[in-house]
């Protein structure tokens, strides 16, 4: 018995120094990685690898060490040519047997996403080694997925860890790339649409919701670093649909997925803009959620307006700046200055929402292409006007008050303003009064010296 732990013992140390090694080695890796390679205990020690990667119970019966497992990581991420093409290629003078082990060996190691459960750390390594194979022999990962449908099946299973997202992230981009020999973008438009099916099933879970946005989010971000990545067929989620997931869910995920998607789509796909038009008339209407869910409690404490709310906030923002007149129109008509109004004053203190709502309204009046514009500037007003006439209680928004007021009066150019201002009987006497007294404080320069005018000398 003591003599089988020695064993062991030894074995061990001789993986951790043969990689440690070949892993802090740069002129000689090829070398040691081939000593190892062709040496007697090659499928053993590919086992062991594998076994380590996956953190089971491996050959020796033993657990491996953290310094073990470290190293197998680093040797599949770094210096790992000769062992990839190991997994794949073809090996002389190994008996039958032989090849029919070393043939197991990638259907082995991509065994772990079968499990039921997968530790994050143990994700986190099969990540390293997963990313590195597909970088360096993608073709034949996607050959061998071809023919073993239940392994995507498996990585869809663990959506809820991130790791395994980054990896159908790299599988969906590397089948979806153009190739002369093979074309494995039907794979890729296979796994993109399971993966949406999976999120409107599981919108109710925050993080596969968010997991699966991601994977689309950096498919997009790839896609604006290399425009010739084709991903046309691949990104086919309709708006209406991802909106319809951001509001059963508490994910801010299917908000950036729209910010991003209607970037790609103004670059790329014009017709797709319109699709749009689809969800303006909602957004006033998660607004006014957002609005009524916080009335009843403290102004200034115990709520929050939520990153998930602001990411709409910029999208409504993004939407306005298309001046498609159809998009506007719908947001007005469903009451957005008044909802943004309303909760503008139950967050009196979020400045972010202020600075964002100031740009909507200021983007709407300059647009001119809305019917009842004139009734948003007069609501504008009448809401700045009673706002900062109530000089006896602290308004946490006063200077987006005012900014907006001063915004107003510096463009009466504009004929709508013009024409707003004049019908509402309260602003003459507002400008001159108290408007007047919050300028003489807040539009003066310290010590009466404006910082950008140049001294001469």
Request: charged content about 20%.
């Amino acid at each position: 018995m003591e003599n089988q732990q020695e064993q062991q013992i030894t074995f061990q140390d001789y993986i951790i120094n043969s990689l440690g090694q070949i892993i802090q080695s740069d002129l000689l890796a090829y070398q040691k990685c081939n000593s190892i390679i062709s040496n007697q205990f090659s499928t053993w020690l590919y086992y062991e690898l594998i076994s380590t990667i996956n953190l089971n119970s491996n050959i020796f019966n033993r657990n491996p060490t953290p310094q073990l497992i470290f190293l197998c990581s680093e040797l599949f991420e770094n210096a790992n040519q000769e062992f990839i093409d190991y997994l794949f290629d073809l090996v002389e003078g190994l008996s039958e047997d032989q090849a029919e082990t070393k043939r197991g060996l990638f259907r082995y190691l991509i065994s772990v996403v079968e499990q039921d459960f997968i530790a994050e750390t143990t994700c986190g390594y099969f990540y390293k080694v997963m990313n590195s194979i597909i970088q360096k022999r993608g073709a034949d990962v996607c050959n061998f997925l071809e023919n073993d449908q239940r392994i995507i099946s498996s990585f869809l299973k663990h959506v809820d860890q991130p790791h395994i997202c980054r990896i159908i992230t790299e599988l969906i981009l590397f089948a979806n790339q153009p190739s002369k020999i093979l074309d494995y973008s039907y794979l890729a438009q296979q796994i993109s649409d399971r993966l949406f099916k999976i999120m409107e099933r599981k919108s109710h879970q925050i993080t596969i919701v968010d997991n699966i946005c991601e994977i689309f989010v950096e498919i997009l971000t790839r896609k604006s670093q290399n425009p010739n990545l084709d991903i046309q067929k691949l990104i086919s989620i309709k708006p209406s649909q991802l909106f319809q997931i951001a509001v059963q869910s508490n994910s801010e995920g299917p908000h950036s997925l729209l910010i991003l998607l209607l970037e790609y789509a103004k670059n790329n796909q014009q017709d797709h803009v319109d699709s749009f038009i689809d969800i303006s008339h909602l957004i006033p209407l998660e607004f006014e959620k957002t609005y009524l869910t916080n009335i009843q409690q403290d102004r200034y404490f115990n709520k929050l307006f939520g990153r998930k709310n602001m990411k709409l906030l910029f999208l409504t923002s993004q939407l306005i700046q298309l001046n498609n007149k159809s998009i506007n129109s719908k947001l007005i008509d469903n009451g957005l200055v008044n909802v943004l109004v309303n909760t503008i004053q139950e967050f009196p203190i979020h400045n972010q929402l202020h600075f964002t709502a100031f740009e909507i309204f200021e983007k709407l009046i300059e647009s001119e292409q809305i019917d009842n514009i004139l009734d948003m500037i007069d609501s504008l007003c009448n809401f700045i006007v009673t706002q900062l006439n109530q000089t006896q209680n602290y308004v946490g928004y006063r200077a987006f008050l005012s900014k907006l007021a001063n915004y107003l009066i510096n463009k009466q150019h504009i004929p709508a303003i013009q024409k707003a201002l004049k019908n509402n009987q309260y602003w003459e006497g507002f400008v001159q009064t108290r408007l007047k007294d919050i300028n003489q404080v807040e539009l003066n320069f310290l010590f009466n010296i404006n910082p950008r005018c140049k001294i001469l000398t």
